[in-house]
């Protein structure tokens, strides 16, 4: 299980998504440096005990409707090979574990293989911040298989967004700014 530490990380999570998160095809605000807040989220365990796993919701308050986006992703203690360079958000110090180098999820087979766990119903979600406790709100629906081949993570979140019944999806919940929660799917097959 992921252990949960109370210490820094310099940059921080979110400065590090607010200089990555305008160059990605997918953000749909105008802001060249988003301001970010946490809006929820949960992780994965590698069952290595190797990669940090977090799925992170965060919203970007420029706009005058705030927009919320799910980013997936992979702590290593060394850079990865083999991925694109914009896989990278970049590197930051930890104050337990050093130097750890940040990605974009989708890009790490590690983060993708246990999405696709969790979606077979084979991987327990666990609570974003504290360690070792399983997050009963983070949940799959439908019927089907997930082989990796077809999973699609939604980037632009939106609340009580809707699967098709005959598909494999997961829903997970965040907080807007105003403190209104918000459900709705983030990935599916």
Known sequence: MATIHRTTMTPTKLELLA???????????????????????????????????????????????????????????????????????????????????IYDGVHDPVVVAQLNALLRGEATPQRQNESDTPDPTVTVHGTGTADGRDVRLRRVLRSGDTARPSSVHLVAGWTWPDGTAARGVIAGS
């Open 19 to 101: 200089g990555w998160l305008p160059k990605q095809s997918w953000y749909v605000g105008d802001a060249a440096k988003p301001e970010l807040v946490k809006a929820g989220g949960f992780r994965l365990d590698d069952p290595k005990g190797a990669v940090g796993i977090e799925f992170m919701v965060v919203v970007d308050t420029t706009a005058q409707e705030p927009v919320a986006y799910l980013v997936p992703m992979a702590y290593r203690d060394a850079a990865l090979e083999g991925v694109p360079d914009e896989a990278l958000i970049g590197t930051s110090e930890h104050g337990v574990l050093g130097t750890r180098w």
